[in-house]
């Protein structure tokens, strides 16, 4: 590539923050749940890049001639490849993607094609731009993107009470949140630069078994706690996990657990098989792992209270990421753990947002 970059290229990252604040100078944007994706155009050869520095080209052939269409001759861009199905965003079809068979890969491409949607420009022609102002890279992004329906400008605002809105909204079309991106700032590879605003709330969950940590002894230290919340139908299904302790307190909670072990295989509904093909369980083999993961069923006598950004997976659902522990709820009752009190966002027109149609209202 004659570029005056060429991949790998570290893309600028963003740190949480827990609300969106006044007079920040930052040029906000929704935040996708997607794969991020940095494009190398010269010509006809187009490289597609993960975070990491991976090429993505193989799983994503039809966002390669999209790209072709949309974008100047010789250009770097920063963006996400995303998913939609019914008018939502929908990761777990975006993660499908990533799989060894070309066949699988052209078959999805077809049935479940992806968007690529531009929030960041690194260089055109022979010019680089990662030492310009935030709000300089947007103006000359809108110049050099053709939209096209399978590539998007992303919306941007530096209104902060639009932005606000965004974070409601935005949820109900599958959205992650927001980001804040310093308006006068350049672009930092690899450090965390901009703001990320988040959602996050709480739920009770039965604590159904616990996993090892890597590295001790069975019944020495935890690993993570295994979380369940009955369905309407009276599932128990297996919805994420609790991991983040410092290590005495793994050690500390083997201990209080051990007695829970005792009969805790008898009669569990991850055990037993007793319940219906719908419910989630633990330990299935998929293409992420091919040998089942261990662990210990525990008599369900427990509940604790964590946080979680959001769910995934349709119903019954799962969170999208490890959740986190909040606090043991001895107050409540293992069967009051539905999916009741999970909060549902309102739905929220997708195409929309892919459209920059978002004003205030």
Known sequence: MALPLTPPVQPMLAKPSKSIPDGAGLVFEPKW?????????????????SRSGKPLNRYFPEAVTALRAALPERVVVDGELVV??????????????????????????????????AFDLLALDDDVFMDSA????????????????????????????????WFTIFEGAGLDGVMGKPAGGPYTPNKRTMLKFKHSRTADCVV???????????????????????????????????????????????????????????????????????????????????????????????????AYEHTEGG????????????????DREPGSCTYDQLEEPANYDLAAVLRGEVKAR
């Open 33 to 49: 749940d997607g794969f991020r994706c940095l494009v190398f155009r010269d010509g006809d050869e187009v490289t597609l890049q």
């Open 84 to 117: 939609d199905i019914n008018g939502r965003l929908d990761f777990d079809a975006l993660a499908e993607r990533i799989h060894p068979a070309v066949s699988r890969v052209t078959m999805l491409a077809e049935k479940t094609p992806s968007r690529f949607i």
């Open 134 to 165: 935030g709000y300089d890279r947007r103006r000359l992004l809108e110049n050099a993107i053709t939209p096209t329906d399978r590539v998007h400008l992303t919306p941007a605002t530096m209104d902060v009470d639009l932005a606000r809105q």
């Open 208 to 306: 159904a078994g616990v996993r090892w940590h890597k590295g001790t002894t069975p019944g020495e230290a935890i690993g993570s706690l295994m979380l369940g919340i009955f369905d309407r139908t009276g599932n128990l299904n297996h919805v994420g996990v609790v991991g983040s302790f410092t290590a005495a307190n793994r050690r500390a909670l083997a201990v209080e657990l051990a007695d829970l072990m005792v009969g805790g295989p008898t009669n569990h509904p991850w055990v037993s098989g007793e319940q219906t093909d719908q419910a989630r369980v633990p330990g299935a083999i998929s293409r992420w792992r091919t040998t089942e993961q261990p662990w210990v069923p525990l008599r369900l006598e427990r509940v604790v209270e964590v």
């Open 315 to 330: 119903y019954p659902s799962r969170f999208r990421h490890t959740a986190q522990f909040v606090r043991w709820r001895p």
